[in-house]
Every structure is written in C-alpha cells, then in structure tokens.
T-cell receptor, first 112, second 112 residues
Framework: AQSVTQPDIHITVSEGASLELRCNYSYGATPYLFWYVQSPGQGLQLLLKYFSGDTLVQGIKGFEAEFKRSQSSFNLRKPSVHWSDAAEYFCAVGAGANNLFFGTGTRLTVIP | ETGVTQTPRHLVMGMTNKKSLKCEQHLGHNAMYWYKQSAKKPLELMFVYSLEERVENNSVPSRFSPECPNSSHLFLHLHTLQPEDSALYLC???????????FGPGTRLTVT
C-alpha cells in the first residue's frame, strides 16, 4: 500500500538559511510525487510535482525537490528561506485511481 | 472570484444540528473532492465527484452526505455529527481526476 512519511514534525530555520524538508514514500510502481504548502488559514497550494524525466524539479517560490528512487525520497529544498515561507508543507504521492496520499506535514518556522 | 472558494470559513454546530458546507470552483474543472484534515493526521480523501457523478466514497459515515449539482459546485451536508468530526474540511478540484488538484481555503468545523 502507498504511504508518505515526513519525519520532521516541526523545523525552525533562520531567515536566509537553507532549507531541506524530508519526504519518504512507499509505493510499488513509479510514483507521481508532489509538494504542497499551506499557509495559516489557507488551503493547499501546489509547489511542484514530479511525474518523470529529470529527477530535480523546480517549483514556485524558489523551491526545488529531488527524486531519489534508491532512497524512496523526494526532499524539498530552498537555498535561502524568507520569512514568508513560514507555513506547513505536505508531501504527497499520487496512486491508484488518480488519488493523492499525503504525509502528516512539516511545520516550518522562520526566525529573523 | 478565482480558484476554489469555500463557505462558511468557520462553523460551530451542535451534535443535533444540520448544516451544509459549500464549495465552488472557478477553474472550469470537471472533478471535485472533499478532504478532511485533522491535526497530526494525513489528509483523508472523503469523496470524489467526476462529471457530477460520485466515483469514490472512502468509507465515510452516512452523517456526511455530499451533493454535486453541477461541475462547479459541491456541497457537504452534515447531520448528527460527533465531536471527533471537528476538523478542517477542504474542497479541491482538478481536470479529469488528475493528480494536480487545486484546493480551497477550507471550512473549520467545530462540533460541540
């Protein structure tokens, strides 16, 4: 069965520092992978997606993620975090009848 | 209005009340979804509508009753809810049941 694990519940980084949010998935076939961001009081916004091809994908707001099949991972990165990046981040795998399966999320706090 | 809108944004109801959540998408999509987001749990897919027909019902209790009168509108009718039903209810839409889903801001439901 498919599942997504986000091992970090909460991460705090300083503004301007680099960021990496971890995501591991379990799925028997080639995965479709996604990162969403949820700001307080808002719905989920798609940051980026991986379907096939280049394993390093670029998204909006300066984010990127790298698919590593050998590690079953799809970690999200940003070289320099801005205060407005404070939010909750969700990794998801697309499986089955075009359904999304989400992780439990990582809350990002940015300190000045 | 743009994107996916949801009303009301906040709802407090007693266990014997009947209420409805409304979702409207302005993206021209033909598939709509209801998700439940509870603290520290992954998003749970509740219902999927494609071309106004319900195509998925993930073992959701009958006290939740969805309705999709057209491809732009989705309702979730609630009756005799339990306190554990308190959560953020998210609506999403997509084109042709794709993985690329667009979310509304959610309705924060509190059952007292």
């Amino acid at each position: 069965a498919q599942s997504v694990t986000q091992p970090d519940i909460h991460i705090t980084v300083s503004e301007g520092a680099s960021l990496e949010l971890r995501c591991n998935y379990s799925y028997g076939a080639t995965p479709y992978l996604f990162w969403y961001v949820q700001s307080p009081g808002q719905g989920l916004q798609l940051l980026l997606k991986y379907f096939s091809g280049d394993t390093l994908v670029q998204g909006i707001k300066g984010f990127e993620a790298e698919f590593k099949r050998s590690q079953s991972s799809f970690n999200l990165r940003k070289p320099s975090v801005h205060w407005s990046d404070a939010a909750e981040y969700f990794c998801a795998v697309g499986a089955g009848a075009n359904n999304l399966f989400f992780g439990t999320g990582t809350r990002l706090t940015v300190i000045p | 209005e743009t994107g996916v809108t949801q009303t009301p944004r906040h709802l407090v109801m007693g266990m014997t009340n009947k209420k409805s959540l409304k979702c409207e998408q302005h993206l021209g999509h033909n598939a709509m979804y209801w998700y439940k987001q509870s603290a520290k749990k992954p998003l749970e897919l509740m219902f999927v509508y494609s071309l106004e027909e319900r195509v998925e019902n993930n073992s959701v209790p009958s006290r939740f009753s969805p309705e999709c009168p057209n491809s732009s509108h989705l309702f979730l009718h609630l009756h005799t809810l339990q306190p554990e039903d308190s959560a953020l209810y998210l609506c999403a839409s997509s084109q042709d049941r794709s993985y690329e889903q667009y979310f509304g801001p959610g309705t924060r439901l509190t059952v007292t």
